[in-house]
C-alpha cells in the first residue's frame, strides 16, 4: 500500500501503533476527523513517507522525536490539534521538506536551532502556539524560503538580522509577540517582500525608511517605543496635493472622455469648472466635480486617510472604506508610498486605469475614478459590501450563507469575466492574480473580479504571451510559472481552476492537488471534499451544478498548459444544457470528474452554438 488517504471521515480514538507496519506507504493523510490521544512513535517506521497530514484532529501530548527519521518527508502538517512541549530538535533531519506548518497547536520552548537544516523549506508556519525565547540566527539558512510566520507567539528577543538573508521571502508575519530592540534594517533588503507584520511587540528606534516607505503603519502598530508616525501635519500635506494631484473620473457613456489622453495623463484641471460646483452633486459625473473638490472630500471623508477607515492591505496598496458628501460610498485603493514615488509604479498605475476605463462588464469592479502624483495615489472603486470571497468562506456564518446555488452562479460570473477579458476586449487581457481574495462580493453575494495592478494587455502576436516579472498569489500560480517566465490566458485559467475548487471546498484545494499529482484520485469521493458546512446536495440540479463546477475546475487545473480548456469553452459549459448524472452524488469520485477533456468542452461549446442556429432559425 502506497497511499492512504482517509482525509474528511469522523474517525475517533488513536492513531493505531500499527500504522508503522505500513513501511511502504508514501502518503497519509488523517486530516479533518476527530482523532485523539498522541502521535505514535512508530509512525518513525515511516521511511518511505514523502506526505504526512494529521491536520484538524483533536491529537495530544508531543511531537515524538521519531518524526526525524522521515527524511523522505516534503510536506508535513499538523496543524489546529492539541499538541504541547517542545518542536523536536530532531525535526533538523528532514532536509527534503518543502512545507511545514505547526501553527494552532499549545507547542512551547524555544524554536530548535537545527531547523536551519530545513534548507529546502518554502513556507514555515508556527503562529498560534506558545513558543519562547528567540528566533534562532540559523533560520537565515533557508534561502528558499517564500513565507515565515511566528504570529502570535511568546517570543522575546531581538529580530535576527539574519532574516535579511532569505531573499525570496514574500510573506513575514512575526506580530503579537514580545520582540525587543530595533528592526533591522536588513529587512528591508527583502525585494520580493510583499507583506510585513511586526505590530503589538515591544519594537523601539525608528523604523527603517525603506520599510517605511513601502508598508503601511499598521505593520508597525501596537509598538510604543517605536517612531512610526510619518509626517502628521495633514493642512500641510494636503495643499502640497493639491497643488500638483490630477484627478480623472470616468464617465460612463461619454467614450471620448475615457479614452482622451489628456484626461487620462495630464492635470486634470483645464476642464473650466466653476468654482462654486456644488459638493453634493454626482461624483460619478465628471461635470459636477473639479478636480480639487472631488480631492478634498476624499480627503474629507478618510480623515486624510485614518486607519480606522483601513479595510485591507496587501503589497500594492491599502483599501479604505469612503462615504462622499452625496452619499455614496466608495472604496479607495491607496497605493504604498514608495510606488507612488517610483516611475515604474506609476506606470503599472497608469497601466491599471486605462484597462479598466476601457473593460465594461457587469462582473468586474467598476472604477469612478483616480488620483495620481508623485506623493499620492489611489483608485477610486465601486465598494463591495462583503468584501472578498476568501473571507467569506472563512467566516462560518457567511460561508452558511453563501450556499450551493450562489457559489455555482459566483463562478459562472467569474468565468463569463475572464471570457469576456481573453476572448471579447479589443487586445486579450490577463489578470495575472486571479485569486478569492481579488474576487469581491456585493450586497447580493455576486462576484465581481478585482485588482488588475499585475495586469498586462497581450500583443497579437502568434504566440500571444509576454515575459514579465512572476506575478501573483502562492497556491494560485499556475505551475509553468515555476521554471518559465512566460505567461498566457491559460494560467488564468488555472487559477481559475483553483478558486473555483476553494469555493466548492470552502477551503484552499492544496492537498487535493497534491493528491492528484501523484494518484489519480479514485479514492477522494466528491461528496467528501465539498464543504461539509453546507447541506448535502438533495437535488439534481444542484448536484449536477456542482458537478460541472468541479468537472470544469480539474479541467482547469492540468499540470499542461496545452490541455486546459480557454475560458470561452468554460463559460459555454456553464450555459450548455447539463447532463444526468451517472451515478448517485454520493458515488461520485474525483477520479471520474477528473478528465473532462478539450473533447469534452468542445463538443459542449458545439451543441451550444447548434442550440442558437436552431433558435434563429425558429
Given at each position: 500500500m502506497n497511499v492512504v488517504n482517509l482525509g474528511f471521515n469522523n474517525f475517533t480514538g488513536p492513531i493505531p501503533s500499527s500504522i508503522g507496519n505500513l513501511t511502504s506507504l508514501n502518503y497519509l493523510n488523517l486530516r479533518r476527523n476527530q482523532l485523539g490521544g498522541s502521535i505514535p512513535p512508530k509512525i518513525g517506521n515511516l521511511t518511505s513517507l514523502n506526505y504526512l497530514n494529521l491536520r484538524g484532529n483533536q491529537l495530544g501530548g508531543s511531537i515524538p522525536p521519531e518524526i526525524g527519521n522521515l527524511t523522505s518527508l516534503t510536506r508535513l502538517n499538523l496543524r489546529g490539534n492539541q499538541l504541547g512541549?517542545?518542536?523536536?530538535?530532531?525535526?533538523?533531519n528532514l532536509t527534503g521538506l518543502a512545507y511545514l506548518d505547526l501553527r494552532g497547536n499549545q507547542l512551547n520552548g524555544s524554536i530548535p536551532p537545527e531547523i536551519g537544516n530545513l534548507t529546502s523549506l518554502t513556507y514555515l508556519y508556527l503562529q498560534e502556539?506558545?513558543?519562547s525565547?528567540?528566533?534562532?540566527?540559523?533560520?537565515?539558512?533557508?534561502?528558499?524560503?517564500?513565507?515565515?510566520?511566528?504570529?502570535?507567539?511568546?517570543?522575546?528577543?531581538?529580530?535576527?538580522?539574519?532574516?535579511?538573508?532569505?531573499?525570496?521571502?514574500?510573506?513575514?508575519?512575526?506580530?503579537?509577540?514580545?520582540?525587543?530592540?530595533?528592526?533591522p534594517f536588513q529587512l528591508g533588503k527583502l525585494s520580493y517582500l510583499n507583506y510585513l507584520d511586526l505590530h503589538n511587540n515591544s519594537l523601539s528606534g525608528s523604523i527603517p525608511n525603506n520599510l517605511k516607505a513601502v508598508f503601511p503603519d499598521t505593520a508597525f502598530l501596537g509598538n510604543k517605543d517605536l517612531n512610526q508616525f510619518h509626517e502628521t501635519q495633514a493642512p500641510k500635506r494636503r495643499s502640497s496635493v493639491i497643488h500638483y494631484m490630477t484627478v480623472f473620473i470616468p464617465l460612463a457613456g461619454i467614450s471620448c472622455i475615457v479614452v482622451g489622453s489628456c484626461f487620462l495623463f495630464r492635470c486634470a484641471t483645464k476642464t473650466e469648472q466653476p468654482e462654486t460646483t456644488e459638493k453634493n452633486g454626482n461624483f460619478l459625473s465628471i461635470w459636477n466635480y473639479d478636480g480639487r473638490i472631488a480631492y478634498e472630500d476624499i480627503i474629507d471623508a478618510t480623515e486624510d486617510f485614518d486607519l480606522k477607515y483601513c479595510i485591507g492591505t496587501g503589497g500594492y496598496g491599502s483599501v479604505y472604506r469612503a462615504r462622499l458628501p452625496n452619499g455614496k460610498v466608495v472604496a479607495l485603493k491607496k497605493l504604498h508610498r514608495l510606488e507612488a514615488e517610483d516611475p515604474s509604479f506609476d506606470k503599472s498605475f497608469r497601466n491599471e486605469v486605462k484597462h479598466l476605463t476601457e473593460i465594461r462588464h457587469r462582473s468586474i469592479i467598476k472604477l469612478h475614478g483616480f488620483c495620481l502624483h508623485r506623493r499620492c495615489m489611489f483608485l477610486v472603486y465601486e465598494y463591495m459590501e462583503n468584501g472578498s470571497l476568501l473571507c467569506a468562506l472563512r467566516d462560518d456564518i457567511e460561508a452558511v450563507e453563501l450556499d450551493w446555488s450562489k457559489r455555482v452562479n459566483l463562478i459562472q460570473d467569474i468565468a463569463y469575466a475572464l471570457s469576456y477579458m481573453h476572448h471579447d476586449c479589443v487586445r486579450a487581457i490577463v489578470h495575472r492574480d486571479i485569486s478569492s481574495n481579488n474576487i469581491l462580493l456585493n450586497s447580493k453575494m455576486q462576484a465581481f473580479v478585482s485588482d488588475f495592478g499585475t495586469a498586462r494587455l497581450l500583443g497579437h502576436d502568434s504566440s500571444?504571451?509576454?515575459?514579465?516579472?512572476?506575478?501573483?498569489t502562492y497556491g494560485y500560480i499556475a505551475p509553468e510559472l515555476a521554471y518559465s517566465l512566460v505567461a498566457n490566458e491559460k494560467c488564468d485559467v488555472y487559477s481559475f481552476g483553483v478558486t473555483a475548487m476553494e469555493t466548492m471546498m470552502g477551503e484552499h484545494p492544496r492537498d487535493i492537488i497534491s493528491i492528484l499529482l501523484t494518484s489519480s484520485g479514485e479514492d477522494i469521493m466528491l461528496h467528501k471534499i465539498v464543504d461539509q458546512r453546507l447541506p448535502f446536495p438533495r437535488e439534481n440540479s444542484v448536484a449536477r451544478?456542482?458537478?460541472?463546477?468541479?468537472?470544469?475546475?480539474l479541467a482547469c487545473l492540468s499540470a499542461n498548459p496545452k490541455s486546459r480548456p480557454t475560458m470561452k469553452q468554460v463559460s459555454e459549459a456553464f450555459l450548455a444544457?447539463?447532463?444526468?448524472?451517472?451515478?448517485?452524488?454520493?458515488?461520485?469520485?474525483?477520479?471520474?470528474?477528473?478528465?473532462?477533456?478539450?473533447?469534452?468542452?468542445?463538443?459542449?461549446?458545439?451543441?451550444?452554438?447548434?442550440?442558437?442556429?436552431?433558435?434563429?432559425?425558429?
Open positions: 512541549g517542545y518542536i523536536p530538535s530532531k525535526i533538523g502556539n506558545k513558543l525565547g528567540c528566533i534562532p540566527s540559523q533560520i537565515g539558512n533557508l534561502k528558499s524560503l517564500i513565507a515565515l510566520n511566528l504570529h502570535e507567539n511568546r517570543i522575546d528577543c531581538a529580530i535576527p538580522s539574519k532574516i535579511g538573508d532569505l531573499r525570496d521571502l514574500r510573506q513575514l508575519d512575526l506580530s503579537s509577540n514580545n520582540l525587543v530592540g530595533e528592526i500571444s504571451n509576454f515575459t514579465a516579472n512572476i506575478a501573483g451544478s456542482i458537478v460541472l463546477v468541479v468537472s470544469l475546475a444544457r447539463k447532463s444526468t448524472l451517472a451515478k448517485p452524488f454520493h458515488e461520485i469520485s474525483l477520479a471520474q470528474l477528473r478528465y473532462v477533456n478539450r473533447s469534452r468542452l468542445e463538443g459542449e461549446s458545439t451543441e451550444l452554438h447548434q442550440d442558437r442556429a436552431r433558435s434563429k432559425g425558429h
